[in-house]
Protein backbone atom coordinates (compact mmCIF):
# COMPACT_ATOMS: atom_id res chain seq x y z
CA UNK A 1 0.00 0.00 0.00
CA UNK A 2 2.61 2.40 1.09
CA UNK A 3 4.30 1.62 -2.66
CA UNK A 4 1.25 2.32 -4.24
CA UNK A 5 -0.04 5.57 -2.11
CA UNK A 6 0.41 8.10 -4.75
CA UNK A 7 1.42 9.16 -8.23
CA UNK A 8 5.27 10.33 -7.16
CA UNK A 9 7.38 7.56 -6.84
CA UNK A 10 9.87 9.16 -4.55
CA UNK A 11 9.81 10.16 -0.59
CA UNK A 12 10.79 13.37 0.41
CA UNK A 13 12.57 13.81 3.82
CA UNK A 14 13.15 17.18 4.84
CA UNK A 15 15.98 17.28 8.07
CA UNK A 16 16.81 20.82 9.21
CA UNK A 17 18.46 22.29 6.12
CA UNK A 18 19.10 19.14 4.30
CA UNK A 19 16.62 17.81 1.47
CA UNK A 20 16.88 13.76 0.57
CA UNK A 21 14.68 12.22 -2.44
CA UNK A 22 14.64 8.53 -2.36
CA UNK A 23 12.97 6.27 -4.81
CA UNK A 24 9.66 4.60 -2.72
CA UNK A 25 11.05 1.15 -3.30
CA UNK A 26 14.46 1.72 -2.01
CA UNK A 27 12.96 2.67 0.82
CA UNK A 28 10.71 -0.38 1.76
CA UNK A 29 13.68 -2.34 0.54
CA UNK A 30 15.65 -1.21 3.38
CA UNK A 31 13.12 -1.59 6.22
CA UNK A 32 12.14 -5.10 4.78
CA UNK A 33 15.95 -5.90 4.96
CA UNK A 34 17.38 -5.09 7.39
CA UNK A 35 14.78 -6.15 9.68
CA UNK A 36 14.79 -9.52 8.05
CA UNK A 37 18.46 -9.54 8.49
CA UNK A 38 18.27 -9.05 12.53
CA UNK A 39 15.26 -11.53 12.60
CA UNK A 40 16.47 -14.53 10.75
CA UNK A 41 19.82 -14.21 11.88
CA UNK A 42 19.14 -14.36 16.00
CA UNK A 43 17.11 -17.60 14.61
CA UNK A 44 19.74 -19.12 12.80
CA UNK A 45 21.63 -18.64 15.38
CA UNK A 46 19.16 -20.16 18.02
CA UNK A 47 18.52 -23.19 15.62
CA UNK A 48 22.34 -23.43 15.19
CA UNK A 49 22.58 -23.82 11.05
CA UNK A 50 19.88 -26.98 11.82
CA UNK A 51 16.83 -25.35 9.73
CA UNK A 52 17.48 -25.58 5.90
CA UNK A 53 14.49 -23.22 5.35
CA UNK A 54 15.75 -20.88 7.62
CA UNK A 55 19.08 -20.99 6.55
CA UNK A 56 17.93 -20.23 3.19
CA UNK A 57 15.78 -17.15 4.11
CA UNK A 58 19.00 -15.60 5.83
CA UNK A 59 21.36 -16.18 3.00
CA UNK A 60 18.66 -14.05 0.72
CA UNK A 61 18.55 -11.43 3.70
CA UNK A 62 22.46 -11.40 3.79
CA UNK A 63 21.82 -10.59 -0.01
CA UNK A 64 19.88 -8.07 0.13
CA UNK A 65 21.85 -6.01 2.75
CA UNK A 66 24.55 -7.01 0.57
CA UNK A 67 23.33 -5.22 -2.42
CA UNK A 68 21.97 -1.91 0.04
CA UNK A 69 25.64 -1.86 1.39
CA UNK A 70 27.02 -1.92 -1.97
CA UNK A 71 25.02 0.97 -3.07
CA UNK A 72 25.78 2.87 0.07
CA UNK A 73 29.77 2.55 -0.91
CA UNK A 74 28.56 4.30 -4.43
CA UNK A 75 26.53 6.73 -2.57
CA UNK A 76 29.57 7.51 -0.26
CA UNK A 77 32.33 7.48 -3.22
CA UNK A 78 29.64 9.98 -5.28
CA UNK A 79 29.17 12.81 -2.54
CA UNK A 80 33.03 12.21 -1.58
CA UNK A 81 34.08 13.22 -4.54
CA UNK A 82 31.70 14.92 -5.85
CA UNK A 83 34.25 18.00 -6.95
CA UNK A 84 30.86 21.12 -6.99
CA UNK A 85 31.09 23.83 -4.83
CA UNK A 86 28.73 26.86 -4.10
CA UNK A 87 29.66 29.98 -5.85
CA UNK A 88 27.78 33.13 -3.66
CA UNK A 89 27.99 36.34 -5.00
CA UNK A 90 28.10 37.36 -7.57
CA UNK A 91 26.26 34.68 -8.96
CA UNK A 92 27.75 35.53 -12.61
CA UNK A 93 31.52 34.48 -11.79
CA UNK A 94 33.25 31.87 -13.09
CA UNK A 95 34.01 28.74 -10.52
CA UNK A 96 37.55 29.19 -9.22
CA UNK A 97 38.57 25.33 -8.03
CA UNK A 98 41.69 25.50 -5.76
CA UNK A 99 42.20 21.97 -5.58
CA UNK A 100 40.10 19.11 -5.55
CA UNK A 101 39.06 17.76 -2.05
CA UNK A 102 37.20 14.55 -1.11
CA UNK A 103 35.09 13.99 1.58
CA UNK A 104 33.51 11.01 2.40
CA UNK A 105 30.80 10.51 4.30
CA UNK A 106 32.61 6.88 5.81
CA UNK A 107 35.81 5.49 5.61
CA UNK A 108 36.29 3.33 2.64
CA UNK A 109 38.12 0.41 3.75
CA UNK A 110 35.73 -0.02 6.74
CA UNK A 111 32.92 -0.25 4.54
CA UNK A 112 34.40 -2.68 1.89
CA UNK A 113 35.60 -4.98 5.36
CA UNK A 114 31.57 -5.13 6.35
CA UNK A 115 30.49 -6.32 2.54
CA UNK A 116 33.35 -8.79 2.83
CA UNK A 117 32.02 -9.89 6.09
CA UNK A 118 28.44 -9.97 5.21
CA UNK A 119 29.94 -12.34 2.03
CA UNK A 120 31.39 -14.44 4.71
CA UNK A 121 28.63 -14.59 6.70
CA UNK A 122 26.45 -16.12 3.58
CA UNK A 123 29.16 -18.83 2.65
CA UNK A 124 29.44 -19.91 6.16
CA UNK A 125 25.77 -20.29 6.57
CA UNK A 126 25.63 -22.03 2.96
CA UNK A 127 28.28 -24.47 3.56
CA UNK A 128 26.67 -25.15 7.25
CA UNK A 129 23.56 -25.73 5.62
CA UNK A 130 25.24 -27.58 3.00
CA UNK A 131 26.82 -30.00 5.96
CA UNK A 132 23.48 -30.36 7.73
CA UNK A 133 22.20 -32.00 4.74
CA UNK A 134 20.54 -35.68 5.33
CA UNK A 135 22.05 -38.27 2.72
CA UNK A 136 19.37 -40.20 1.71
Given at each position: ????SS?????????????????R???????I?????????????I?K?????I??????F????AL????????????????????????S??????K?????????????????I????????????????K??
Amino acid sequence: MFLYSSEDSTIDINVDDTYFVMDRFSLVFLLIAIPGFLIYGIRTLINKFRDKFINIVFILFIILVALLWIEAIIINDRIGSDGSMTIYPPLSAEPQKTKEEYYPIANHTIMITIEIILIAIALFTAYKTGKNKKIS
